[in-house]
């Protein structure tokens, strides 16, 4: 006779499991909070600030510029050195290149040791250097590793044990997110499913607190506007969550497609002249982006305003299709050089240009009515769950950077395609790669 296999119990937390020192620790939680609201919002109003005012400057080189100095080798150079320098910062501190989710996941797992304070300065000014000039590059990534050394050096200052420090480290990461995006529940969320990958009383308090010190403080300095404008969203109808489920198999296989595009500009960027700089070589990426951004600014940038332009329905089928090839192209391109920045926010802006051309596809062929806008916005999600596996946060982080909750069936929907889609194909999770190409560098 076979007996049933039994399951696994239940084990219920206890109190004194999670309490010992955790009043002390939630008061430490707050004050990096604050500090992760002041600093990592100051790098989001910066960037704000600084995107258009190159843009700006490059416009009116066309006129200003000698006749000798052409204006578009103006914006060429001036954002060569710019991203060059931002490459070339990230010398004094190997943790800081890229996004740096990657390095905080290596903590979490014991194979590296948190970055340095001086990771905070180069993250703040690399990737203010690297993304004004226009690299496809997202704020978030900056934002999580600024705020997990905040969380690092707080833990130390006031010399928590080391189990505290790495539930610190953790969770303040997630108040960067929060920060980056105004999206206070998805950066608890971030914590949970991507970064600790656990879940315990005490990390969810922890990670709460920080979340809401650093979003208050976030809100009061630098204002509480959502991320994304979008308004006539209205509830989808039954049939139409078909057309959800499908868009988010095929999203799930694109973002397995992207990883590797992603991957395969870090490997060309390394074997690429060996034997030169790598701050020279970015630097070279750099004049490609300056022209880039000279010849046609609506297509460089992080993206959140080209999603905006897109979710008003302001971009022709002509423009979108461009605007895919480009934004496929220069999110690689862009994140292979090594500076500091982020991954989700430039992939955000592809999955909506993907999801407005299924809509527009499908309406085409069959004669409905689909919403190209409420089709961009699942299509970020599904995205973001394709390349990054972490269904949850993006789902939330669409929900809080739109505030609307009316798409919640098709985001949930078209997530488990996502995941179906990248699991089946056995893509891995983007970070999962990162981490263990930066551990065969040697960067700990």
Known sequence: MTTEPKLQPVEDESFDDFNPGLVRLLAIAAIAG??????????????????????????????????????????????????????????????????GVQHIEAVMRNQATPAPGGALLVKFFGGLLAMVPGMALGREGPTIQMAAVIGSLCGKFFRLPKVDQSLLYASVAGCGLSVAFNAPVA??????????????????????????????????????KLIFSVSGIVEPKAFELLFYLLLGLIMGALGVFYNSCILFGLNRFTETAPNAKPWIKAGIIGTLIGLLGYVLPDSVGGGEHQVNVLLAGQFSLQTLLALLVIRWLLGPLSYSAGTPGGLFAPLLLTGSILGAL???????????????????????????????????????????????????????????????????????????????????????
């Open 34 to 99: 604050i500090l992760v609201g002041a600093i990592g919002g100051a790098f989001h109003w910066l960037l704000d600030l600084g995107l258009p005012w190159f843009l700006g400057w490059t416009h009116s080189l066309r006129d200003s510029a000698p006749a000798w100095l052409p204006a578009w080798l103006i914006a060429m150079v001036v954002a060569g050195l710019s991203i060059g320098l931002a490459r070339y910062l990230v010398k004094f501190a190997p943790q800081a290149s890229g996004s």
């Open 187 to 224: 950066g608890i969320i971030f914590v949970i499913e991507e970064v600790a990958k656990r879940i315990s009383v005490r990390q969810v308090l922890v990670t709460v607190i920080a979340v809401v010190t650093g979003i208050t403080v976030y809100r009061y300095l630098f204002g509480g």
């Open 358 to 444: 299924f809509a527009i596809l499908i309406n085409t062929t069959s004669g409905l009515a689909l919403d190209p806008a409420a089709f961009a916005l699942v299509a970020m999600s599904a995205f973001f769950t394709g390349i990054v596996r972490a269904p949850l946060t993006g789902i939330l982080l669409i929900c809080e950077m739109s505030g609307t909750v009316t798409l919640m069936l098709p985001l949930l929907l078209s997530s488990v395609g996502a995941m179906v889609t990248a699991s089946l194909l056995r893509g891995e999770p983007i970070y999962d790669s990162l981490r263990e190409r930066m551990l065969l560098a040697g960067t700990k």
